[in-house]
């Protein structure tokens, strides 16, 4: 792998990755709020549950793919260097999808309390709270998918700062939305600020970021052009397929409607702070890493994008440890992050022991982001959906049993076992059909941060029941005490057995950052 692709992906992973960072904290901060203001209650159930249709429309456009399925196709035409074609695609494709997602959007609008019904919910109030969010929040599925086809472009360009706002704004916007509105409109509040976020971040200041690299946009409809089937063909597989976001966001709240009142807040708070890890480690990566290994495969270095693909896959694997240290401390973090307010001592330990079996699935929910992106770099999408959909299917019993007899603690398990299990056997089918030669290593590699990650685990868990079992749990103080305590002890133990077994993905990281600063000032 050629060190200028290297350096590429080390910038543009610090870009996504500072995006991701910032827009995850935004999400803890929304998630903050709308504990403070409403807990566990039934409303924010409502306000949860009300995203399933949205997600599900969202899911049948692979409005979250766009990136994936459109760049192969953009990044021909630049490598050819024939733009011009390549906008007339773009412009052929947002024309003839927008005109698809409209229709949808006003069919499912009126069909909206039919389709909610298909949940578990049973409380007339919560139905009907459910309903009302979901149709403020279908709009926002137009922005989304227009917003995706502009940041693909950008990607494909190279252009990683824009896109990167996107996720900021629309957290912002519902954060802003909830504290404004939800003294009037309750949790309804927080869904006009999905509409005006996704609005603002993914349609309005994406159209910028895609006119500052030349976007040329003229309404086209050619239903019989080439590159049209060919992207139809490679998003039908996504569209039909149960992909891993969608069995993340939907099958969980599904099951999650049966149970008793404010298990599917609960879930989704434990989610929201796992997904702050996985963001960091796994999706700015992944993102930011794409467009090479799409370039790599169009010029068909398939040996490089191994390399490519198996050193990022490395980096991601320091999910494991941090993962670890959350489980350690999972009451202190969640009693500091949302209890407060209608978010109750009760909130707090039902969403602490949810993180413990979440957390267990947390370095698949991060590996996958880069194992799918090498299928679809390959343009090759059928093949992941069929595997994927076949393993979310054979692991569907797990969220019937665990439903049954762990409650949402069992939900939570189920999907770290679904999300391994998919994670896993796209991994090895990768290594089978690409001939990944390396792949060995990646294993090994993996094992090696489970078994330290362990054994710190082991030490920490004994240091923090023995030595800190007299200060108080009870007071923010004593909780913030505690995990700045356990930080900094894992930070040393970490970089300490990094330099004595020699893993140098654990400072690789830090050090883009810290040379990159050091740029930034003599500039």
Known sequence: MSKSIHKKVGIASIIMMSSVLLSRLLGIVREMVIAYLNGTSGSVDAYQISFIIPEILNHVLASGFLSITFIPIFTHYLSEDDENEGWMVFSNILTCFSILLVILI????????????????????????????????????????????????????????????????YNLGIIVGGMLLSAKHGMAGFSWGVLGGAFLGNFVVQIWGAHKVGMRF??????????????????????????????????????GSYLPEGSVSSLNYGLRIMFLLVGLFGQAVGVASYPFLARLATENKFTEMNQLLNSTLRHISLVIPFSVLVVILRYEVVFIVFQRGNFNKTSTEMTANILVFLMIGAFAFAAQTIVTRGYYAMQSTL?????????????????????QYMGVNGIALALSLSVMFQVILLFYLWNRKSRNEDSGSVYLFYLKMIVLSMGIGGGLYWFKKTLLSSVDNSTLLGNIGIVFIISLLFMLILILLGYFFNINEIFDIVNKVIKRKRKSRSN
């Open 383 to 403: 093949f992941p959906a069929i595997y994927v959909t076949i393993a979310v299917f054979i692991t569907l019993p797990f969220y019937f049993i665990g439903m």
């Open 218 to 255: 003229i309404p086209t409809i050619k239903v019989t052009h080439p590159d049209l089937k060919k992207y139809i063909a490679l998003t039908l597989p996504l569209m039909v397929g149960l992909t891993m976001v969608f069995s993340t966001e939907v099958i969980p709240k599904y099951f």
């Open 106 to 169: 006003t069919i499912t609008f009126f069909f909206a309390e039919d389709l909610i019904s298909l949940t578990g919910i049973s409380n007339p109030k919560v139905m009907q709270e459910a309903v009302r969010m979901t149709q403020i929040i279908l709009p926002a599925q137009f922005f989304f998918f227009v917003g995706g086809l502009l940041m693909a472009v950008q990607f494909a360009k190279e252009q990683f700062l824009v896109p990167a706002l996107a996720p900021l704004i």
